[in-house]
């Protein structure tokens, strides 16, 4: 007995199902179709044998093209070759696409079917695959099917910001229209000026020159020799710019006032500055067209392609004319006449611009329009519709009209278009390739510098982090200093005789004691909360009739600092403490506390001691 199998693709991933009662499905009864309808009848035919999901949505679309291929990806092998039956020939699959059938059948020898039974069967998997594989909700199959078809479609397309034909149509248009505006401003220039320097017109004719001259020049009887160079580096001729001078000297034109001289040389610079832009986006049209039709613009030139280009409104649009119509591109009107009026078609469109129309002779021009259009043509199809732009395919077709032009002439046969075409796919083939090893080169520079990066990154946060560790330490060896510094300027406060009596509360805040109750770790933080205050003389401790006094605001200052510095100095120097019997010391019930002396002596010993923070102290200077 042949056991069914059938794989079903999903945006989700690889689904492989076993089927029982195939008998029964492929009569196609009414019954049957009722039960693939209803998912618990259903359910009961097919039985969900493994589920591979695509690791990401890169995984998902390696896999789709490569099925829409006809390939078998690893990730579909390794689901067949683990959960098929080894049995190869009591193992039936069943596909949707023949192509992926053929594939699973040559490489892996399972037998495959589509249509029939598979199709009926399929369309139910497909109703109800969310259901049958546990995990996967209607919301998410259909985002991911919505996922998938727009990047599917995208790597379709192969939509490339580079090779945009808009920014190409409104370029040559703003280039057409520059070209009007700077030839009308010329000559409103030539005009103006001539009447001060009518002789100027006759030795210069470029419009950009004879600006750059006037605004130069300015008055003509300033003009001297000194002048001379400026007027050489413009002209790039010396016997005209001596021409210029001796004109200058000699001119019949009218005197001009300062205020109408302004007025000139700034509408001269306006000039100059839109010409200098023209220039600019001229060369920014030559690399467009480089980008966007290498080939066209190698075979017609930037300026003529790029006008074709923006009549058809895209080069795609381009790509779908006839040659017939390339050729009349542009005179729309003429044609129209001519049709109304039953005469002659014209020859030649847009294409007239090149220079290969106007090199033919009169009796040859429309032979060599009608050539020309099949070659841009061509050349449009390959810009369009090719991965990797090149202008191979335009200089040969360059060189075939060349040699059909030759042929006008002379005669001469030009070159089989098989024999040119086979050389131009070697070529581009061997561009394309250096092409691809310079975008991997690129692409591994550029992985590189990331990773440079990333280390650099890495580096400077270990290094900060040693900052921020040195910057701890300096500060807790300013801390340590600070003690006895305070402690040397207390020896200047007291006198031979003279003692300073310190409260010393030893429960209220070490950790482990009687008192309040706080955490072992937080001892040394709980002093400073709760011992704070008390040093500020804010609070009395129990038993005191008043608070600590000082005797200046001095005395307070270095008694506070001592304080802090030798909170844990007293276990490591006892010598410098002595006790003191004092009424005022009675012991409170709950506070226990030690009333100790600092001599100057015990000071000093102060001074030398390693300050010990690991128990919580509270010093409290008492006159």
């Known amino acids: 007995m042949v056991l069914l ?16 009662e195939v008998e029964e499905i492929s009569l196609l009864l009414p019954q049957v179709e009722e039960s693939i309808l209803n998912i618990g009848k259903f359910h009961s035919i097919v039985r969900l044998v493994a589920f591979s999901p695509f690791k990401s949505a890169q995984s998902a679309l390696e896999n789709v093209n490569a099925i829409s291929e006809g390939i078998l990806h690893e990730d579909l092998r390794l689901l067949l070759e683990t959960n098929l039956p080894a049995k190869k020939k009591k193992t039936l699959l069943g596909v949707s696409d023949a ?10 020898g399972y037998q495959c079917q589509t249509g029939g039974v598979v199709a009926e069967i399929t369309r139910g998997i497909r109703l109800h695959f969310h259901i049958l594989v546990k995990g996967l909700t209607a919301q998410s199959a259909s985002k991911a099917q919505l996922g998938l078809g727009h990047s599917y479609s995208r790597a379709k397309v ?9 920014m190409i149509i409104q370029s040559i248009s703003l280039l057409d229209q520059l070209d009007k505006d700077i030839n009308t401003f010329s000559m409103r220039v030539r005009e103006w000026y001539g009447y001060h320097f009518p002789e100027l017109v006759k030795i210069v004719s470029d419009n950009y020159t004879y600006c750059r001259l006037a605004k130069c020049i300015g008055n003509r009887k300033e003009l001297s020799e000194e002048r001379l160079e400026a007027l050489e580096e413009i002209v790039m001729d010396s016997a005209k710019a001596q021409a210029i001078l001796d004109a200058s000297r000699s001119s019949m034109g009218m005197d001009i006032s300062p205020i109408d001289l302004i007025n000139i040389e700034s509408f001269s610079s306006r000039v100059i500055s839109l010409s200098e832009y023209r220039k600019g986006l001229q060369e920014y049209l030559r690399s467009k067209m480089g980008q966007v039709a290498p080939s066209l613009s190698a075979l017609i030139g930037e300026v003529v392609g790029a006008r074709l280009i923006s009549h058809a409104g895209s080069l795609t649009n381009l790509a779908k004319y006839p040659a017939s119509t390339v050729q009349i591109l542009g005179a729309e009107k003429a ?30 021009k429309g032979r060599i329009s009608r050539y020309l259009a099949n070659k841009c043509t061509i050349a449009s199809r390959i810009d369009c519709f090719s991965d990797v732009p090149t202008s191979v395919f335009g200089d040969k077709l360059r060189e075939q009209v060349e040699e059909r032009l030759a042929f006008y002439e002379t005669g001469e046969p030009p070159r089989k278009n098989l ?8 070529e581009a083939t061997e561009v394309a390739a250096e092409i691809k090893k310079k975008e991997k080169k690129k692409k591994k520079r550029e ?6 990066l990333a280390v650099a990154a890495a580096a400077e946060e270990a290094e900060n982090s040693v900052l921020e560790t040195t910057m701890e330490a300096e500060v807790k060896n300013q801390e340590c200093a600070l003690g006895p510094r305070l402690a040397a300027e207390a020896l200047t406060l007291l006198s031979d005789g003279e003692a300073w009596t310190w409260y010393f509360h030893h429960d209220l805040c070490a950790p482990g004691r009687s008192g309040p109750k706080s955490h072992p770790a937080e001892g040394e933080e709980a002093a400073r909360v709760h011992c704070l205050p008390r040093e500020l003389g804010t609070m009395q401790f129990p038993g005191f009739n008043s608070a600590p006094a000082y005797s200046s605001k001095r005395q307070r200052r270095v008694a506070l600092g001592i304080a802090e510095w030798c909170s844990g100095a007293w276990a490591s120097a006892p010598e410098c403490l002595s006790a003191c019997s004092s009424d005022r010391c009675s012991e409170p019930p709950r506070h226990p506390r030690q009333c100790l002396r600092l001599h100057r002596s015990g000071l000093q010993a102060l001074i030398s001691a390693r300050a010990d923070r690991s128990r919580g102290v509270t010093w409290e200077y008492s006159s």
């Open 335 to 364: 044609l129209f006449r001519a049709l109304k009026t039953r005469g002659n078609t014209p020859k030649y469109g847009l294409i007239f611009h090149s220079t290969f129309i106007g090199r033919a002779a009169t009796r040859n």
């Open 99 to 108: 192509k992926i059938g053929a594939a699973v059948q040559e490489e892996l």
């Open 158 to 166: 192969k939509f490339n910001v580079n090779r945009v034909d808009n």
């Open 447 to 452: 992985k590189k510098r990331l990773e440079a």
């Open 419 to 426: 024999d040119v075409m086979k050389e131009a796919m070697v």
């Open 5 to 20: 199998h059938v794989l079903f693709e999903h945006a989700a991933g690889y689904a492989l199902f076993a089927v029982r």
